[in-house]
Structure formats: C-alpha cells, structure tokens
C-alpha cells in the first residue's frame, strides 16, 4: 500500500502507462514544461522527452484534432483540456468526428484516445471555470466516460482508460486533487464499467459519481446516527453505465435518490432517476428523486459557490424527507 494524493495517482498511472507502451503521447497546453495546469503531468517531460509530452498551442480544437489523428494512425495520445468548461470548442473534433469514426469506417479503424479534463466546484474558480458537463460527454453514442471519486479509481481507471479501444473522456474532479489514500498499485480492479458499492443499507439508495461520493458517504454517515442506512452507489463510468448493480438495491430499497454536481434541467441525475422509474417502477415505494447542482451559473463566492451545488447536509435532509 503506497499513500498517494489523487493528483500522484494520476500522474503515476500515466508514468506507468508511458513505461509499458511507448506508444502512449501527452498532448496538451502547458503539460510538458510547466506540468500541467494541475500538476498532474509534472516531469514526466523530463522522463519521457518532449517528443512524448508535446506543449501545444492554446487550442483546444487543435489539441482534440491532433489527438483524434494521432490515435487514427497508430498511437495512443492522451489530451488535456485545462477545464472541462472548454469541451465546446472541441464538440466538432470530440463528438463528430471521435464518437464517430468506428462507425463510419465500419469498425476497420477506432480512436483510442482519452481526453483528461476536470470540472465542477470548489476553488470559486468563476461560472466559466466551475461547471460540471458530463451531461455533454454522457449524450454522446461512440465517448465512454469515467469519473473517479478515490485515490485508487483515479490510478486504475485511467490505466483502463488508456487500453480501450474507444475514446474515453476522464473528468477529474478539481476539489479532490489532495485528496489522500493509501492505494495497492498492484492489486485487482474492478473491471472497467463496474460501479462500486461504498456503503449497503436497506431503508434507501443513493446513487452517485465523482465528488459527491464523498458527500453522500457523509451523509449517509448521519443518517445511521439516527437509525437509517442507506447504501452508496459509486459509478466510476458513466458510459458504460452498469445499471445491473443499482438495480438489486433499490428493488430492495424500494426508495432510490440520485445525487450529481450538475445542473439538475436535463442533467445525468435526470437520465439516472428516469432508467431506475421504469426498470425498478413495480418496486418503488415513492417516486426517485433528483439531487443536484442549481440551474444557474456558479459564482465567485465561495458561499454562493457551495450553496448551488449538492453537500452532505442537503443529501441527509432530503434522504430524511423521503422517509418521512
């Protein structure tokens, strides 16, 4: 067991990686000299050359077009956009043409690429630098999508990432790069597109992903002190989607709430509440119900910042609510 923060794991699975398969390229603004904007990509210019970690210009749609190429022609790049805020200047290169080109070619070509980015809140970064819009990513037929919450998952699904054959979108989040665990490198990990169930209780579901996890273990940790335990479903990937664990627990339940950072108008919690109503619905005792982010831009305030999206407090009162 080694303890590593979520940045080191990251940086780590990507040292790894690069040591394994010399066709593995980093590709990005600032990745190479500075070390990425969040550190994660720090030295391994030094360790891997610059003919391995290329500094590009501040081109988003650049960076995504030359990723997509590389990876048509043999290579596999991984790309970082500095914020997920700025996916939409790559939608033509990410989602036209990546999403795309398997089927297009009639499965003779792919493009195994992972584009790492992170969102959502907590450094009152502003509405243009704190979003959470794996909503985008998540509509999109032909993008897997996964989302670490742990210190482990951040080590092992970018390693998975990096071995699809598809492109993978890896969203960080950006409050959990502290974060610290201890973390066996070595061990086994759940296979790619599996959820993993943090906490089992009876009385309620939670269903969630990325940093929220955190808040509904807290939360879930406060509503056992008074006699109510909920169980925790952690996604890690969001595509695929693996509702074959979330199902068991809530025909069991019979009470199922989905917590997510984004918006909650047409947001993953919106997907997530509609798939368990119709494949749980005989054995719902009360409708599913929506946690998640306000339908407005996130503010500089760091009051404000915290009072628009999900927190501990918010999941327990409305957990309660329902077992009223």
Same mark, same amino acid.
């Given at each position: &067991?080694?303890?590593?923060?979520?940045?080191?794991?990251?940086?780590?699975?990507?040292? /790894?990686?690069?040591?394994? *398969? %010399?066709? !593995? !390229?980093?590709?990005?603004?600032?990745?190479?000299?500075?070390?990425?904007?969040?550190?994660?990509?720090? +030295?391994?210019?030094?360790?891997?050359?610059?003919?391995?970690?290329?500094?590009?210009?501040?081109?988003?749609?650049? @960076?995504?077009?030359?990723?997509?190429?590389?990876?048509?022609?043999?290579?596999?790049?991984?790309?970082?956009?500095?914020?997920? /805020?700025?996916?939409? &200047?790559? $939608?033509?290169?990410?989602? *036209?043409?990546?999403?795309?080109?398997?089927?297009?070619?009639?499965?003779? !070509?792919?493009?195994?690429?992972?584009?790492?980015?992170?969102?959502?809140?907590?450094?009152?970064?502003?509405?243009?630098?704190?979003?959470?819009?794996?909503?985008?990513? &998540?509509?999109?037929?032909?993008?897997?999508?996964? $989302?670490?919450?742990?210190?482990?998952?951040?080590?092992?699904?970018?390693?998975?990432?990096?071995?699809?054959?598809?492109?993978?979108?890896?969203?960080?989040?950006?409050?959990?790069?502290?974060?610290?665990?201890?973390? /066996?490198?070595?061990?086994?990990?759940?296979?790619?597109?599996?959820?993993?169930?943090?906490?089992?209780?009876?009385?309620?579901?939670?269903?969630?992903?990325?940093?929220?996890?955190?808040?509904?273990?807290?939360?879930?940790?406060?509503?056992?002190?008074?006699? #109510?335990?909920?169980?925790? @479903? /952690?996604?890690?990937?969001?595509?695929?989607?693996?509702?074959?664990? #979330?199902?068991?627990?809530?025909?069991?339940?019979?009470?199922?709430?989905?917590?997510?950072?984004?918006?909650?108008?047409?947001?993953?919690?919106?997907?997530?509440?509609?798939? #368990?109503?119709?494949?749980?619905? +005989?054995?719902?005792?009360?409708?599913?119900?929506?946690?998640?982010?306000?339908? !407005? %831009?996130?503010?500089?305030?760091?009051?404000?910042?915290?009072?628009?999206?999900?927190?501990?407090?918010?999941?327990?009162?409305?957990?309660?609510?329902?077992?009223?």
């Amino acid at each position: &067991m080694v303890e590593m923060t979520y940045r080191e794991a990251l940086r780590q699975a990507l040292a /790894d990686a690069m040591t394994e *398969n %010399p066709d !593995i !390229i980093l590709l990005g603004e600032e990745v190479g000299r500075y070390g990425g904007a969040y550190g994660v990509t720090r +030295d391994l210019i030094k360790e891997f050359g610059a003919h391995r970690v290329i500094d590009t210009p501040i081109s988003e749609a650049a @960076i995504v077009g030359a990723a997509v190429g590389a990876a048509m022609t043999g290579l596999r790049p991984v790309a970082e956009l500095m914020y997920v /805020d700025f996916i939409g &200047m790559t $939608m033509d290169q990410l989602a *036209n043409q990546a999403a795309k080109i398997r089927y297009m070619f009639g499965g003779q !070509i792919g493009v195994p690429m992972v584009l790492r980015t992170q969102g959502g809140t907590g450094r009152s970064a502003g509405a243009q630098h704190s979003q959470s819009l794996e909503a985008y990513v &998540m509509h999109t037929p032909g993008l897997r999508l996964a $989302m670490p919450a742990t210190v482990a998952d951040a080590y092992h699904l970018l390693r998975q990432a990096m071995t699809c054959p598809d492109p993978v979108v890896f969203i960080e989040h950006k409050a959990l790069y502290t974060m610290k665990e201890d973390v /066996d490198l070595a061990a086994e990990p759940l296979p790619w597109g599996k959820a993993a169930v943090r906490r089992a209780g009876d009385d309620l579901v939670i269903v969630t992903y990325s940093r929220q996890v955190h808040h509904a273990m807290a939360a879930a940790a406060t509503l056992a002190a008074q006699g #109510i335990e909920a169980t925790v @479903i /952690d996604l890690r990937t969001l595509n695929p989607l693996d509702f074959d664990t #979330i199902r068991p627990f809530v025909e069991r339940a019979g009470r199922a709430m989905v917590v997510s950072e984004g918006v909650m108008t047409a947001g993953v919690g919106a997907e997530l509440s509609a798939r #368990i109503t119709e494949e749980c619905f +005989d054995f719902l005792h009360d409708p599913v119900v929506r946690v998640a982010g306000e339908d !407005i %831009p996130i503010s500089v305030s760091p009051a404000l910042e915290a009072g628009s999206v999900p927190g501990p407090a918010l999941i327990a009162e409305t957990a309660l609510r329902m077992l009223a």
